[in-house]
Nanobody, 123 residues
Framework: QVQVVESGGGLVQTGGSLRLSCSASGRTFSTYTMGWFRQAPGREREFVALIGRTATSVYYADSVKGRFTISRDNAKNTVYLQMNSLKPEDTATYYC????????????????WGQGTQVTVSS
């Protein structure tokens, strides 16, 4: 069992930045693909970014490409999402997820989820 906990959300103005963190328990963190998803009210949960086990593989949704950066520190069992040039449409609850195998942008690939952290971007 892997426990995933997100932090770092908050309220920011348009054009601002936030860095989300996600810590995961377990000695096998380095073997997990880690992903970030988000869900706005009334909308389905959507993929944001993922990072492979060794951080050489990263993949972003088109909507965040060039603005968001995903990274990981396996020594700290932590994955990060640096969000720059934030827009009101980025407002959502952001979820971190762990997949014990290779994973894609499909949320069904992920076995473990955090409770989410709220990001609100004011216009």
């Amino acid at each position: 069992q892997v426990q995933v906990v997100e932090s770092g959300g908050g309220l920011v103005q348009t054009g601002g930045s936030l860095r989300l963190s996600c810590s995961a328990s377990g000695r096998t963190f380095s073997t997990y693909t880690m992903g970030w998803f988000r869900q706005a009210p009334g909308r389905e949960r959507e993929f944001v970014a993922l990072i492979g086990r060794t951080a050489t593989s990263v993949y972003y949704a088109d909507s965040v490409k060039g603005r968001f950066t995903i990274s990981r520190d396996n020594a700290k069992n932590t994955v990060y999402l640096q969000m720059n040039s934030l827009k009101p449409e980025d407002t959502a609850t952001y979820y971190c997820a762990a997949a014990p195998r290779g994973a894609s942008a499909n949320r069904n690939d992920y076995d473990y989820w955090g409770q989410g952290t709220q990001v609100t971007v004011s216009s």
